[in-house]
């Protein structure tokens, strides 16, 4: 049974910084592209950032470029999401996806419960 869980989350003044990390089992974690995206109150699920398997490279969505960060640990099963500069506008519930493409923008096969990140003006 696969498991995606997600930390780090909480209230953070505009400005500030937070790491979310998600710990993967169930799978084998090192063929498997990590994503994160987010959704805010009232809005759709948006792709936020991701990591391939097959080479680490990454990608991100725009509103987050220059701020956010992604990494992985494989011997941990965890991916990281670094998070810069935050700003109201990211307050959002934040998940973690799980996929065996290669490609970042492929669909998603796993995801984890989620974790709310709130940031205040």
């Known amino acids: 049974q696969v498991q995606l869980v997600e930390s780090g989350g909480g209230l953070v003044q505009a400005g500030g910084s937070l790491r979310l990390s998600c710990v993967a089992s169930?799978?084998?974690?090192?063929?498997?592209?990590m994503g994160w995206f987010r959704q805010a109150p009232g809005k759709e699920r948006g792709f936020v950032s991701a990591?391939?398997?097959?080479?680490?490279?990454?990608a991100y969505g725009d509103s987050v470029k220059g701020r956010f960060t992604i990494s992985r640990d494989n011997a941990k099963n965890t991916v990281y999401l670094q998070m810069n500069s935050l700003k109201p506008e990211d307050t959002a519930v934040y998940y973690c996806?799980?996929?065996?493409?290669?490609?970042?923008?492929?669909?998603?096969?796993?995801w984890g419960q989620g974790t709310q990140v709130t940031v205040s003006s």
């Open positions: 996806a799980a996929t065996p493409s290669r490609r970042p923008t492929a669909g998603y096969d796993y």
């Open positions: 990591i391939s398997w097959s080479d680490g490279s990454t």
């Open positions: 169930g799978l084998t974690f090192s063929k498997y592209t």
